[in-house]
Structures are given as C-alpha cells and as structure tokens.
C-alpha cells in the first residue's frame, strides 16, 4: 500500500527566509502528486498539482519538483511571509479515478 | 459562487445516536468523497461516490454509511457503530476528467 510522509512534523522560519517542505512516497508509480495548504479548523486549497510526466509546477511565489525514481518531492516557498504559516500536506494519486493519499502535514510557522 | 457547503460547522454526537453530516456542492462535480482527519495524521478516505446512486467504501468505512441520491449531495451518516468518532469531517468533489479535488470547509464532530 502506498504510504506519503512528510517530515519534519513542523517547523518555524522568519520572515524571509525561503522554506522547503518535504514529501516522500513509497510506490514511484504515481498517477499526480498535489500540494495543499489547511489554515487552522479550515478545508484544503490545492496549491499545485504536478503530472506524473512532470518534474515541476510553479505559481507565484510557490514551486513544487517530483522525483518519481527517488519518490520525493519537494515543495518550495521564496521568501516566506507570516500570511504563509499554514499546514502544508501533500497526496498522490496512485489511479485514474481520484483516490488521493494523504502525508500527515507540516505544520509551518513564519515568524515576523 | 460555486463551491462546497458542509454543514454544520460543529456538532455533538451522544452516545448511541447515528448523526449525518451535509456535503452539498453546485460546481456540478461528478465525484465526491468523505475524508476523516485525526490531529497529527493525513486525511483518510471513508467513501466515495463516482456517480449518483452508486458508492464505494474507502479505507475506514466502518461506522459510516453514505448515500447519493443527487448529483449535487453527498450525506455522510456516522452511526453508533463507530466508536471513536471525534475527529474533522472534510467533503470534496472533483470532475471525472479533472484531477483537482475541491474541499469543503469541514465539520468537526464530537462526542458528549
């Protein structure tokens, strides 16, 4: 069965500073992998979402990479700003129909 | 505006009691799907439903029953059957040819 981690389970950075958030997966036969982000008591919002043919997905500020033969990828904020601190989780689709695969998440904190 | 509505925010379960939460979405999404999320763990998929009256059991479907009578709705029952049934209940949907689910805001359920 496919397991997703992410480690570490939180971290604090200041304002700034580029993050980097981890995302390692068990089985290298993906069909996509997504990153979300979870405020506090709040849904999810898909931040990216990276085809199994890709290596990478940008968005502002947001760059997400996948290595399928090492099973990571690897999520990257630039200059991280206190409206970042969230809980950042990732998923894989590991089928065609939608069946997502949930890491346990990050929990960041970004320190004015 | 389009999107998804779980309600309600909170709720209270007794012992004993079967308790239904709402999932309704207008974005005229074929899928949608149940998670539970626990503190510390990812989400974990209890139904999912591809097409209306038609269902399937995901990963921790005991204690939960489901039904899809409209394309728009997707109501998940916890009955008194799950015996640990706190946690944050989070409903989303996605297109059939799209790979983006959209979350709800979620419920959080609570046992008195």
């Known amino acids: 069965k496919q397991e997703v981690t992410q480690i570490p389970a939180a971290l604090s950075v200041p304002e700034g500073e580029n993050l980097v958030l981890n995302c390692s997966f068990t089985d290298s036969a993906i069909y996509n992998l997504q990153w979300f982000r979870q405020d506090p008591g709040k849904g999810l919002t898909s931040l990216l979402l990276i085809q199994s043919s890709q290596r990478e997905q940008t968005s502002g500020r947001l760059n997400a990479s996948l290595d399928k033969s090492s099973g990571r990828s690897t999520l990257y904020i630039a200059a991280s700003q206190p409206g970042d601190s969230a809980t950042y989780l990732c998923a894989d689709k590991t089928d065609s129909w939608g069946k997502l695969q949930f890491g346990a998440g990050t929990q960041v904190v970004v320190t004015p | 505006d389009g999107g998804i509505t779980q309600s309600p925010k909170y709720l209270f379960r007794k012992e004993g009691q079967n308790v239904t939460l709402s999932c309704e979405q207008n974005?005229?999404?074929?899928?949608m799907y149940w998670y539970r999320q626990d503190p510390g763990q990812g989400l974990r998929l209890i139904y999912y439903?591809?097409?209306?009256?038609?269902?399937q059991k995901g990963d921790i479907a005991e204690g939960y029953s489901v039904s899809r009578e409209k394309k728009e709705s997707f109501p998940l029952t916890v009955t008194s059957a799950q015996k640990n049934p706190t946690a944050f209940y989070l409903c989303?949907?996605?297109?059939?040819?799209?790979?983006?689910?959209?979350f709800g805001a979620g419920t959080r359920l609570s046992v008195l």
């Open positions: 439903s591809q097409i209306v009256n038609d269902f």
């Open positions: 989303a949907s996605s297109r059939r040819d799209e790979n983006i689910q959209y």
């Open positions: 974005l005229n999404h074929d899928a």
